[in-house]
């Protein structure tokens, strides 16, 4: 019964809200809610559907983490940005929401703090699936914010630890040796195969080794599976066993905001409070915003690092579970992040378009110092651009430098980057989607240019902004799906080719000539 009901609900409210533009987690968010209410009227879930669920959402938390993990670079949370940026925002956050909480609720000052440090926090679960499914981890925007919530993440462990009454264990020193343990895992991984194995050894590390692993010595096992992705994030297949784990991944994280819903039906004062919060949440936002500014941030990125942070966290829920003074805020608090994760997926979604039509506005908020990774490239000398790095642009690269040898790539992707330029191609790093590369580069000698980027929102403005500035070459693009092609055609490309029908028409090209060689009298055409 239990999994009729689970199953059917998230189907139901996830296909209803997909209908009027919204993320179907925001359906999952109201299935949970809806579960809650059918327990509590009708008794027809049993006993241990909260139990069920609870340990799912906290399976898929672990899955989501450890595949952040696999995409992340240590480095990059010394940076000044991260670092700085995630410690001033959480300060000044948990300043004003306390101050704000005591004052105007009459609130004891240690409840009122510990609320105002849960609601501090920016959901690292909806950051980083928004992030994944548009293809932006490794953007500098998408690095710098997932960067933030790794920082955010380790204080409220902190706060775990200083009010739960929990302590690490004198055992947890072990962990400062987990580097030692790192070719042996990578080994492990190479003997794992292509498999079932593969899957197996992505759930030993996040589940087994990082999470039931760093619980078991008084650690957060959230903040275990983070490691254990780092510790693989170097190893060359750490992309194949992202890949391996994304069903089961989205599968249980369907259960994470089941579990959210589940937390409790809320009383008139539980929306009062909620819908008061999120009255501030574009003060959180605004707040992102000017603090990555600050740090020498270009308007629009720092406007998308703001967006993809603007949502409460379901960090919070786990600091309110930890610490018993917060027992009795647990639904108040769920219902805060639930209604802040209804607002935040559609801002996101909208994020580039927003950031393309009010970038010009924004500018002026911009550092005269720019971040060195907002440097744009020179492409004066390149006479064909390969925009998207990736196999199919590294593809393009190979084929057309034997004939252009003034070639080029660029990708959004650092490490990406790293690698070709390792590899000795002329790669460089840049967004296609940014207002101000295409404002400020030039591309007087460019004569063709391949859009290889496989998502649909970068194609459609590089098209429309290398139209913008008067190029008139060839665009060639490749398109996923069919129902793309007239639309990337109408933002500037010339041609526009199916992948997996170009694919097949390469696959028989081989064809033809492999049986042209074998017998010299065929004449296939």
Known sequence: MFEVFSIGLAFVFGLAVKQIGLPPLVGFLAAGFGLNWLGQRYGVLPGYTGEVLEHVAHLGVLLLLFTVGLKLNLRQLGQSAVLGGGLMHFALSALILTTGLVLLTGLDWQVGLLIGIALSFSSTVLAAKILETKRELTAFHGRTAIGILIIQDLIALLVLSIFGGKEPSIWALVLFGLPLLRPVLHWLLDLSGRDEMLVLMGMLLAVVLGGMGFESLGLSSELGALVMGLLMATHSRAKDISESL????????????????????????????????????????????????????????????????????????????????????????????????????????????????????????????????????????????????????????????????????????????????????????????????????????????????????????????????????????????????????????????????????????????????????????
């Open 246 to 525: 994304w069903g089961l991944k989205e599968l249980f994280l369907v259960g994470f905001f089941l579990q959210i819903g589940m937390s409790g039906l809320p009383t008139l004062n539980d929306w009062l409070f909620a819908l008061g919060m999120i009255a501030l949440l574009p003060l959180k936002g605004l707040l992102f915003f000017a603090i990555l500014a600050l740090f020498h941030l270009r308007a629009r990125n720092a406007f998308l690092g703001a967006i993809t942070l603007t949502a409460y966290s379901e960090f919070g829920l786990i600091v309110a579970a930890g610490v018993p003074v917060l027992s009795d805020w647990m639904v108040p608090l769920a219902l805060t992040v639930a209604l802040s994760f209804a607002l935040s997926a559609p801002l996101n979604r909208a994020s580039h378009r927003l950031a393309e039509r009010f970038e010009e506005r924004m500018s002026r908020f911009e550092r005269a110092t720019l971040h060195p990774d907002e440097i744009p490239p020179d492409l004066s000398s390149a006479r064909a651009l390969i925009m998207g790095m990736g196999r199919t642009g590294t593809a393009a690269y190979e084929k057309l430098s034997q004939s252009i040898p003034d070639i080029i790539g660029m990708d959004a992707d650092p490490y990406c980057v790293t690698r070709h330029q390792s590899a000795e191609r002329n790669v460089v790093l840049a967004d296609a989607e940014d207002a101000h590369l295409w404002r400020s580069v030039r591309i007087d000698g460019l004569e063709v240019v391949v859009l290889a980027m496989d998502d649909l929102e970068a194609k459609l403005i590089g098209a429309r902004k290398l139209r913008e500035r008067g190029f008139t070459g060839p665009i060639i693009s490749h398109a996923l799906y069919e129902e793309n092609v007239a639309e990337i055609q109408a933002a500037g490309a010339d041609q526009t080719h199916l992948t997996m029908t170009e694919a097949g028409y390469s696959l028989a090209g081989h064809a033809i000539r492999a049986l042209n060689s074998d017998d010299g009298s065929r004449n296939w055409n």
